[in-house]
């Protein structure tokens, strides 16, 4: 299962690429959409299916953290440190926070719960993209 972790290495860096050819703010929202691919594939009956979306989930999940975390560091001008503290900070929390809901949701729910959960988790992110873009672009 480890081995899945490998795919999170090669997105990271080829995510770095994409973003640098197309842009972060196209990047990013695919990342979004990959791990949610990734996350309703773990619900099939089959091993290798679920092994399959381990490993998309988790070349999307590096592909976003790596997309957000370079955009934080580009975006924060001056504040460029403290930008990215924000952003670590946010991060780790937002990890435990959400690990510890996602053992409710397997107690009461299961598996298809906690993906649920983890699919409202990616709903909110993409409305924080879009947020952020719409802020991020001048538009009110």
Request: glycine share 10%; charged share 10%.
């Given at each position: 299962?480890?081995?899945?972790?490998?795919?999170?290495?090669?997105?990271?860096?080829?995510m770095?690429?994409?973003?640098?050819?197309?842009?972060?703010?196209?990047?990013?929202?695919?990342?979004?959409?990959?791990?949610?691919?990734?996350?309703?594939?773990?619900?099939?009956?089959?091993?290798a299916?679920?092994?399959?979306g381990?490993?998309v989930?988790?070349?999307?999940?590096?592909g976003?953290?790596?997309?957000a975390?370079?955009?934080?560091?580009?975006?924060?001008g001056?504040?460029?440190?403290?930008?990215?503290?924000?952003?670590?900070f946010?991060?780790?929390?937002?990890?435990?926070?959400?690990?510890?809901?996602?053992?409710?949701f397997?107690?009461?729910?299961?598996?298809?719960?906690?993906?649920?959960?983890?699919?409202?988790?990616?709903?909110?992110?993409?409305?924080?993209?879009?947020?952020?873009k719409?802020?991020?672009?001048g538009?009110s």
């Open positions: 299962m480890f081995f899945a972790y490998l795919a999170g290495t090669f997105s990271s860096s080829f770095g690429s994409l973003a640098d050819r197309i842009g972060r703010h196209r990047v990013l929202p695919l990342n979004i959409a990959i791990m949610a691919a990734g996350a309703v594939l773990t619900c099939a009956r089959g091993l299916a679920i092994v399959a381990m490993v989930f988790t070349f999307g999940f590096f976003a953290h790596a997309t975390s370079s955009s934080v560091g580009s975006l924060g001056a504040e460029r440190a403290q930008a990215s503290a924000l952003y670590l946010c991060y780790y929390t937002g990890s435990s926070v959400i690990g510890f809901v996602a053992g409710l397997w107690t009461d729910m299961g598996w298809r719960g906690v993906i649920g959960m983890i699919l409202a988790a990616q709903a909110a992110a993409a409305i924080a993209f879009l947020f952020a719409r802020k991020l672009s538009a």
